[in-house]
Structures are given as structure tokens and as C-alpha cells.
């Protein structure tokens, strides 16, 4: 193994831990994404915290983790038809929920054998997939539909504030918070009254969990990415270097004097090509010193990236300090996925 | 299986053909570079062309296919010295041939017990790694020292004019070779002036090797994208829309039709986040219809990418045209990434 995920498991602990105890204190139903790390240690760790309820992105990562144990998951992400006999046949094992979007989705569960969960998702502001959380009516038809039907249990309603990774800083992502709510629980409001109960509110994303402390009028939440954070959380403004749990360890295998660049294995397949501007423009992620307690971030980023090279722009220090055959760690990106490509190789220390 | 990456075996083994009848009438050693595919069944396709020897990316793309039986292999990426023992190991199975680029890389050599074939990488222009072409005594010094060690044979010198990407159109890709061909003979007439010997160059790059039909000079072809080619390479104009043999194909989950948008399930851990810039802004893929002989390239294209989530922004006839729950063909931006995303979910028809 050339290059690694590396995971330091300590760290990664204290968050699960924090996230944890925060959705406690709040009474809230912790269903943690597991998306970021697609690793059965890693969902160990939840477990430690009694923590087994999950989310997944996909029904192959639902049957993965189900084969491991977890008998409690939520396919965040539209159904697609095509995979309804699949689903039947795990909820037959597990109790599984899924998400629904349209009408098309709910006329195609009548097949359904076996009983499954369904939420339905609620566009509060990020305008990627949902229903407009001011379609009122055309949540309750859902509703009704769901209710006649009686393998469908109805779960409540699923938003991802997804938004919130356009915001930077504590104030700019609570507002996304306090936004995306309010416009969610008005629509429960608005359909308590005509329902006459009130509904299952669940959200997700890290960078509102992470800064928001109070989750008045909301049910449960699913972040993710918390379990690393990366690069992009720490732009905008979700955890501070000392919260960072997975760095991409890679091999220098030359040094470019001319241009001050490290030349490491580590390239698209193994970083994804996920770009920011974090002060260096065009960063493809950021060079660490993990060898202390205190981690130090470095000026030194990853300034390109093709399938397995990756160029490291360098400042004078680390250009000084890195020799060929040095092993160097760079906080990705996108931790989720990175920790994808890089499945193979994740090493937990 | 949700989605999956379809390789059309007609139109690869037709590029193959292609690429090695070219070989054959220039005399040339036709390696292809397997990091693009990673796929036994596609490199049985290489066999059926009588092509056996193969280029790799890494270590363990070696590994993986020398398991396999392919047993001439270059490791076209800069020595990784931390993997030298395994390295050992290797060519004691095979005929393996690795990459230096510096002097560090040959005194950690000296180690081997098992003979190991050498090329120096050379930079006529891409400047991301190797030897700049000017520099004939760095070169010949190398060059010298791998002479010296007994269980190194020098194979010659390699280049990757990967800068053929930057060019757009015929023209400017037979610029971009003529320019880092005549380099690289001049390196090797100065070089055989002072050694005596006439050195082997082996170049690699899909767009020029697509487009150029004389390689004089040249000892060596090592292109890996034409396989499959893909968006870029139709930008770039190394190949057309009958030469494409991969596209993804994803289930439509949700319709927007107020943004005229079709949600699929394909993300960045399906596609990568390669972006390009053809006609529309900011694409991470080409719808295609495939039912027919002749493809039809759509305008509809990938406009945003999350980590299983696609967005397509559509012309008016595709979304109409598209229903939820229908597979959409896209062609995606870097077949290499793409593929090796799709590693477990390839279809080969």
C-alpha cells in the first residue's frame, strides 16, 4: 500500500461523541449518515456510543451494512423504481425507510410485500430534490396515498439543508438553519391542522449540526461528514483544525526545485477531483503536520491533481522539509469522497 | 445494480484495432496504458489485437494484472521507493519495467535482487514530472549509473506529452507531438553522440497517438483513453462521436420541471467531479442517445454533481422525453476516472 486514508480514531471518537450528546441533550433521534465513511470500525464507534439507527445514499449501502448488523436504515436519497423488488426483500430483514419525491414513486410501492417506511422530501431552500415546502397540498395527497396504503408505514418528513455549504461562519450557517426550520415546521404546522397529528420532522447536513445547539421543534438529524470533517467544513466555518480526523498519507516521489512542488502519489483516484479556494486559489486539499497533539496546518496545498500524480505547491519550510521517499498528510477536500475512493485503504490509528 | 458504466465491445475492440494496426504500420511497440480500463475483459480484448504488453499506473495495477497473466508490464509513475522490496518480489514473476526521475530514485536500486528494467521520464513540455529535455548530462549521468548496477537494464527514456490536452483540433495535437517529438530525438542524438548507443523512446497520450499517422523516430505508443474516449476527448478533437465506447447509465428518479431538470442517481462517486466547459457551462457529462447505430449527441448535459446525486439540465425534447424511472445514457467527462469509479459496475454488451 503506497498512499492511505488515514483515520485517527480518537478523534473521529469525540466527534461521534459530541454530535452524540448534543442530539441527547435535544431529545433528538441521532441517524448519522454513513455515507462518509462506508466503514463497519468506523460504525463501531457509533455503536460504543449506542448509536445504531443509520442513514445510507444508496439500497447497495444499505444491504452492506444491513449484511453487518444494522437492522434500522433510511435510504436517504429519491427511490428509484427500478430497485423496489430489491427493497421488499430487505425490508423483509430490516426495518428500512425510504424516500419518496413524486407521485410516480408512491404508485410504484403498491407492489410492495413487506412493510416499509416512507418520508417524504421537503425542499427548504436548497433546490436540489424535494417537494417546495410551500406545496402544502401536494404533501398532504402524498400523505393520504402513503396512509391508504397498507405496507407503507408514514415516517415523516426528510430535509437535507444542503445550502448551508454556501454559507461561511457561525452566523451565516445558523441563518441557513433558522431558515430551512422555520419554513419546515410551518408546513407541519400547516398540515397538523388539516391532518389533525403532528409529523416527523428529520434534517441533515454537518455544517448546521455542527454549529447550531438547540433543535427546537425538530425530531432527529443525520449528519455525515462530522465523523472526518475536511478542508471544505473548515472553510466554511463547521470545525476547527482540531476536529479534523482523516488525512490522505502519500508518498513524495520527487521534488520539482524550480517550482518549489512536491510530486506524491495521490491523484484523482484516490482524493476525487473536489476543488476549493481556500486562500490558495485552486486547492485539491491542504498539507498537515499530524505529528504533534496539536496539528498544524501548512500554507503547502495540493495545486493539481491527474488520475495518480498529485503536485504539492509548496512554502520554502516544507519544501526543505520533505524529502523523496517522505510520507506527507494532506486534509482532503470532501472527506466522503475521498473515504470512497480510498475504501481499500483506510488505515484506523 | 442501479446504475452502471456500459462499455459497447464493438466499438472498444474497433478502437483497439485501430490503435494497433497503427502501431504495426509505424513499427512501433504498442503498450497500451491499462490504468484506464483496470478490466480483465478489456484487456482480453487487447489480446485478441496480439497485444500483450501493457502499462500500468501504480504498483498494485501491476499486481493486479500480472494475477491475471499479462507478464510484461512498465509502472509508467515515478518510483514510489517505499515500494522497492515489493517491487523485488514482482520481477521475479514478470518482465517489469519501472520510471525514474531523479538520482534518489536509482541509489534505492541497488537493493534488488531481481533484474528490473529502467526508463528515465522525460518532460518536452507538460512540466509535471521527468527530466527536462535540455538537461543531457542529468540524463546521461542516470543513464550511466542504471549501466553500472548489474540487476538494472535501461529501457530508454519515456515521455507523456500530457500538455495534448491543452490543445484543441488536429492541428494544434500534431503541433503539440511535432514540438515534444523533436525534443525528445534531440535528447537522444546528444545522448547517443556521447554514449554510442541509440536510446528507445516510448511515448504515451491518447489525443496525439489518435490523431498523428507518422511516429518517426518513436519506439513505443502508450495511449490508454482511446479505449473507451470520452467528453474531453471529443473537446480536445482526438476522436468523434462513433469512436465513443462508454457512456453511464443512470435511473431517472425525479423531474423539475420548473428548471427543466431530470435528477438521476449518478454522482461524484459515479463520475467523478471531472468538469469541461463544451458549449454549455460547467459540464460533468453529455447525454447520448445509444439506440441507434449512429449516436445522437444531445444538448442536455450533467450540470451538477453531489455525491450520488446527478442533475441534468435538459432541452425541451429530452425532457419529455425522459420519464422517472427511465435509464438516461451520459457520456462522462474522463472515461479513466469514470472507470475506475465504476469498477463493480461495469457491463460490457
Redesign the interface.
Known amino acids: 500500500?503506497?498512499n492511505s486514508f488515514v483515520v485517527f480514531k480518537k478523534r473521529a471518537q469525540k466527534n461521534i461523541n459530541t454530535m452524540a450528546q448534543k442530539a441527547k441533550a435535544n431529545n433528538l433521534v441521532f441517524r448519522p449518515h454513513f455515507?462518509t465513511h462506508q466503514n463497519i470500525e468506523i460504525g463501531k464507534l457509533f455503536l460504543k456510543e449506542g448509536v445504531s439507527f443509520i442513514t445510507v445514499?444508496?439500497?447497495?449501502m444499505a444491504k452492506f451494512f444491513s449484511d453487518y448488523g444494522w437492522d434500522d436504515i433510511t435510504i436517504a436519497?429519491?427511490?428509484?423504481?427500478?430497485?423496489i423488488n430489491e427493497i421488499d426483500q430487505l425490508a423483509k430483514k430490516i426495518n428500512l425507510q425510504i424516500l419518496i419525491?413524486?407521485k410516480?414513486?408512491l404508485e410504484?410501492l403498491s407492489s410492495l410485500k413487506n412493510r416499509v417506511g416512507v418520508m417524504i422530501e421537503i425542499d427548504t431552500g436548497y433546490?436540489?430534490?424535494g417537494i417546495d415546502f410551500k406545496k402544502m397540498e401536494e404533501v398532504k395527497s402524498l400523505i393520504t396515498d402513503i396512509y391508504a396504503q397498507p405496507n407503507l408505514f408514514f415516517m415523516g418528513l426528510l430535509s437535507h439543508y444542503?445550502n448551508s455549504y454556501q454559507s461561511r461562519g457561525k452566523e451565516q450557517i445558523e441563518g441557513t438553519y433558522n431558515r430551512s426550520t422555520h419554513r419546515l415546521i410551518e408546513l407541519q404546522k400547516r398540515l397538523a391542522k388539516e391532518l389533525g397529528s403532528v409529523i416527523f420532522l428529520s434534517i441533515g447536513d454537518t455544517p448546521t449540526t455542527s454549529v447550531v445547539t438547540k433543535f427546537d421543534g425538530i425530531d432527529e438529524i443525520r449528519p455525515g461528514n462530522f465523523v472526518y470533517y475536511d478542508l471544505m467544513q473548515l472553510q466554511i466555518g463547521s470545525c476547527d483544525i482540531s476536529q479534523i480526523a482523516a488525512v490522505v498519507r502519500c508518498?513524495v516521489?520527487?521534488?520539482?526545485p524550480k517550482?518549489k512542488q512536491l510530486?506524491i502519489?495521490g491523484g484523482?483516484?484516490h482524493f476525487?477531483?473536489?476543488?476549493i479556494d481556500i486562500e490558495s486559489p485552486k486547492s485539491y486539499g491542504r498539507v498537515v503536520d499530524t505529528s504533534t497533539k496539536n496539528w498544524i496546518l501548512s500554507d503547502s496545498f495540493v495545486s493539481?491533481l491527474?488520475?495518480?500524480?498529485g503536485?504539492v505547491q509548496c512554502t520554502d519550510i516544507d519544501f526543505e522539509k520533505y524529502?523523496?521517499?517522505d510520507?506527507i498528510d494532506i486534509i482532503p477536500v470532501h472527506s466522503?469522497?475521498t473515504a470512497?475512493?480510498m475504501k481499500e485503504n483506510t488505515v484506523i490509528i
Open positions: 500500500m503506497s455515507k445514499s444508496s439500497l447497495n436519497f429519491p427511490l428509484d423504481i427500478g430497485e419525491t413524486n410516480t414513486h410504484h433546490h436540489r430534490t444542503g508518498p516521489v520527487d521534488k520539482n517550482e510530486i502519489h484523482a483516484v476525487s477531483k473536489e476543488i493539481s491527474s488520475q495518480e500524480h503536485i524529502k523523496i521517499g510520507l466522503c469522497l470512497n475512493l
